[in-house]
């Protein structure tokens, strides 16, 4: 390693966690400050912006130490400021904060509109006029949705639960035509099916309705079918489920 590299490792040690690495010889003290406080400033505004609400439910000084922590702990895979929120929440799922169970689902919430925002992706291939039940049926990758154990959507300052729901919280994030972020709440039968769409190639509607009403141990086939049309019109028209007609290569 060149002395200039080994230079810039020690500066950027010793600006992650400056308690425990010192800084580069030969530069002053009061220099290594302004990087110190320029990386703080700057993490502190990238990632403020990004998780308001888990900000302020930790409060000031708690919400400094995670930041703190984040810096001198994690190695972050991306040199983009945009992807800073998404090395973030893969910080928070490998730490434990009992007191706070709900961090790492509470971060992947918020970041998940800001993801799709960003998300550069397009609808695949299908048929605008497939049948809703006998066509296939393929989850937009600009629909996200999401299994969270808490309820993420209400927890903030007033609201920090300490024992999950019986039922998991289940949503629906999707972005429109103009770039906006909408969510929803999802049951459990359209989670189910959403989730089954996704990467789906080969299932018609029909097909997919029938193993769902079978595993939930409704008979009445008929008025599962006849039931869930609204509801796969609407995922239509919302683009989160676009479908390829059935036998039909696009």
Known sequence: MSALHAQLHALAAHVRDPATHPGPPG??????RVYRKLVRNTLATLLGGTFPVLRTTLGPRDWSALLERFLREHHSRTPLFPQLGREFTAFLANIEDPARPWLAELADYEWAEL????ADATPPPHTPDADLL?????????????????????????FQPTTPPAQPTLLLLRRDEAGCVHFAQLSPLLYCLLERADGNTTHSS?????QLAAEAGQPDTAAVLREA???LARLRQEGVLVWRAAGREE
């Open 27 to 32: 530069i002053p003290e009061r220099r290594l």
């Open 115 to 118: 993801g799709l925002q960003l």
């Open 134 to 158: 006998d066509g296939i049926p393929q989850l937009s990758p600009l629909a996200w949705p999401r299994a969270y154990r808490w309820p993420v959507q209400q927890i903030g300052p007033g």
């Open 206 to 210: 029909r097909a997919l309705l029938l």
């Open 229 to 231: 049309l609204p509801m």
